[in-house]
């Protein structure tokens, strides 16, 4: 089992930051894979960012070079640094883990179906 918290989000212009935070506890936890995903209401689940095991990272097209996932397992604490943000980056994110890794990796590491363990997610609203 694992358990997820996400933290960190709301309100913020277009071209600000933010940092999502994530704290996860199991004791297996360390050794998944971590994803960061967003949905917006009425529309599918999207896999933005993720990172295996071995600490190898995987990002959609739509934040590549604009947002950062890290993982610092000595805290059990998952961040997505979200800079130069958009309105179409409004969201709810979710933080979710995937056990084993070594079945969730590379592109197959953005499929929410591969995820086993969500969060309750954290409201992003980005104005223009």
């Known amino acids: 089992q694992v358990q997820l918290v996400e933290s960190g989000g709301g309100p913020v212009q277009a071209g600000g930051s933010l940092r999502l935070s994530c704290t996860y506890s199991?004791?297996?936890?360390?050794?998944?894979?971590l994803g960061w995903f967003r949905q917006v209401s009425g529309k599918e689940r999207e896999g933005i960012a993720a990172?295996?095991?071995?600490?190898?990272?995987s990002y959609a097209d739509s934040v590549k070079g604009r947002f950062t996932i890290a993982k610092v397992n000595a805290e059990n604490i998952l961040y997505l640094q979200m800079d130069n943000l958009r309105p179409e980056d409004t969201a709810m994110y979710y933080c979710?883990?995937?056990?084993?890794?070594?079945?969730?990796?590379?592109?197959?590491?953005?499929?929410?179906?591969?995820?086993?363990?969500w969060g309750q997610g954290t409201q992003v609203t980005v104005s223009a």
């Open positions: 990172i295996d095991g071995g600490g190898s990272t």
């Open positions: 199991g004791n297996t936890a360390q050794s998944a894979t």
């Open positions: 979710a883990a995937a056990l084993p890794s070594f079945l969730t990796r590379g592109e197959l590491a953005l499929s929410p179906n591969r995820y086993s363990y």
